[in-house]
């Protein structure tokens, strides 16, 4: 395990600017609707409010829902110490971490899930069976992307997966397989992000709705950690993104901090794009473009293995 | 028999007995006919004539049948589906008790729901999802009750009432000096459709003819209306299913018609315009110049904003399929408007029933055969064209004249029947007149009345999370449900 200080300020950065990315997603899904919306640091304000205020509670609700806010905040918190800047390592890292990652994003969703179902409401509870019915499909399409990039690199941490040895993949017969990776994680991100095709962060129709209506319930300082922590999961989905296409550079440290930044607001413009140029699925569909994300993954790591 | 905007002296409608009225009524109906009204007038305790409003649409006549029941009578719904709103609504106000209707419950009070249960299904799968009345957005308050097995909806009712105000109770006795006002708020975003079906109303019944001028106006009024609110729809649909760019669009044209009808009418809802013998406000050249020229924008632009969501796969995509009601479940269940004629249903007043402008307007119904939300969606879209031409017709060629004469008081001991084609289908008002020519009963029947019925039918067996779209293909008044 190492500890350095590019790491800890990379992460830190990521901390910091993590709500930034709705503020951009927001920013630019108006201006492509015609409209100029909301300042882009419209959700730090919205963060610090939420936590100026008090939270209310249902006399229904128990412990599970009054913890799960600091769970899930927690679990999601520590997974980004996990992810790296490209090749210059992460803030601790060791064999077979990315059992941990993946281990602590389901437990950030079990967490929300058990909360959902704590107030007893009819929506929540809905809430909760879809984002278990998402979660089932797009968990396996998630793993197999680490088997991919384990099979790639013969890494078996996060750190060491997106490090010098994806660099010297690019050039060899694994590349398709890194791109189909790619693809693969972008349907995932939206998925997992509850964004437009799989969600809608927008709606006010509870009915439809899987994240936010799972987080009806909560208020104040509650809904603040909860929306932080979506802001969080965002980022280390869209860091992955990155860093996987960012392997193929190698160069100084400013330089790729600097790539790394761009692509990170790139990426929340896709996604604003995403979800300007379409209308959301219908719920039934869901599970197929799930589906779609799965087999990419899996075609990924079957050439993986294949080209090894 | 009558034609729409005409009166009739109330003795001149034979009456008949309950068999012969209930055995015409289902042979009406067998043949084609819509039943469009069917309201009772009390006459001492329990007594009351009941009178059917039957629509014959090739014919463009009207056929009213006259009974009298005591305080019960056998229950027409199990034959005749589309009067079960109507047997529901006089058992609620008048104690009338239809023996045999299949769901007897009262439509608008639910002071007590111990006495009204709603319709519920037992087993393990089964869970029930109360939506309402306090809804998440800016709308009216409703109660929807889902029986779900997992994401699919098996049974949906619908519970209004919360916005009753006793319209129709308000009017007896009348027309009073707040008439008019009530009746324009009817249902707010049809104000001038209701406006026209209560002036029509009244200038039957004092048989007053309207000017040209006048009859054009109100015309062009009506389809301002329909343009804006359809308009306004496509955008609130587009925003339903996370489409925002043809949403944020669409709200703005609606602004620019809203602003059409100001410059028309003095008021963006069309408020204070339409009044029996006429209307309150002519146009000059200067202003028949600047609405010609913004309604040729905004019709490009209409199309260029209608283009944005039909040319989206993932929105057409979404809409197909979704909230299917039959030609033969609209006809059963009495359906009007945007949504019988997206089931190939033609129902359109302004083609089988025309009243003043639209008597030589010669247009025809636009409809749709796909049965779904993306039929409701390109009907208006279609009509939104429709509407532009015609008002296009108009400020071509607007006749000249006055636009207002006085109308003589009302004729005793009469019965009108007035129809209009609101933007969301069709309107109904029926009025009776008493000795001193005074109202005696007034029955006002929103197309959202016979709509309901159409988002519960449309929405067996399909997944809860299309309810939001479904229901806003239909876009259905809650007050004028509720009056």
Known sequence: ?????????????????????????????????????????????????????GGVYSVTTGWIFTSAPAVVLASVGVVMLLVPLATSGAVFSFNGDIFLFAGLLAFARLAMILAAMDTGSAFEGMGASR?????????????????ALAVITGQFSVEGMLGGDLNFAWSSAAGPAIVLLLVALFLLMLAENARIPVDDPTTHLELTMVHEVMILDHSGPDLGFLTYAAALKLWIFAALLVNIVLSIYDGPLWATATIFGVGMVLTAIAVALVESTMARLRMIQVPELLTIAVGLSAMSAAIALGVR | MLKNGQSIPLDSIPESSFEQFRSALLAEVSGGARVVNFSAQPIGEVRAILFAVLADDAQGSLRVLKT???????????????????????WENLGLTPVGHPWLKSVRSHDDPANHPFFTMVGQDVHEVAVGPVHAGV???????????????????????????????????????????QIETVAGDTTIGHAIAYCEAIEALSGTQVPERAQALRALALELERLANHVGDLGAIANDIGYLPPAAFCGRLRGDLLNVTTT????????????????????DDAMLTELRATLDTARSQCVDATGLLFDSRSSVARMTGTGVITADECRELGIVGVAARASGVEVDVRMHHPTGWYESAGLSPVVETTLDSLARVTVRRNEIEQSFAIAEKLLKAL?????????????????????????????????????????????????????????????????????????????????????
Request: proline letters at 6%.
């Open chain 2, 139 to 181: 709308i009216e308050p409703g109660h929807f009750r889902f029986q779900c097995t997992g994401e699919v909806v098996q049974h949906l009712e619908v519970q209004m009432g919360y916005q009753h105000r006793g319209v129709e109770s308000a009017m007896v006795g009348g027309p009073h000096k707040r008439t008019m006002s």
């Open chain 1, 1 to 53: 395990m190492t500890l350095d200080a590019s790491a800890i300020i990379f992460t830190a950065t990521g901390f910091i600017f993590a709500p930034l990315l709705f503020g951009i997603i927001n920013k630019t899904k108006a201006f492509v609707g015609g409209r100029t919306g909301a300042p882009f640091l419209q959700p730090y304000f919205d963060l610090i409010k939420l936590m100026q205020k």
């Open chain 2, 68 to 90: 009298r029941v005591d305080d019960s009578y056998p229950s027409l719904t199990p034959d005749c589906p589309q009067v079960h709103m109507f047997e529901r609504e006089m």
């Open chain 2, 399 to 483: 006749p000249g004249g006055p636009i207002r004469v006085t109308c003589a008081d009302l004729k005793s001991n009469s019965f009108a029947v007035s129809m209009v084609e609101g933007w969301r289908g069709e309107i109904v008002h029926l009025a009776t007149t008493d000795a001193d020519g005074r109202f005696a009963t007034y029955k006002i029947v929103d197309p959202s009345f016979r709509n309901w019925s159409a988002v519960t039918t449309a929405m067996r067996g399909e997944q809860i999370s299309d309810f939001p779209l479904c229901n806003k293909s239909f876009n259905l008044s809650y007050c004028g449900f509720d009056l």
């Open chain 2, 264 to 283: 028309l009418t003095g008021s963006r809802m069309g408020r204070s315009f339409v009044r029996p013998g006429g209307v309150t406000q002519d146009i």
């Open chain 1, 131 to 147: 984002e278990a019915m998402i979660s089932a499909i797009s968990e396996p399409g998630l793993l197999l992307m680490w088997v």
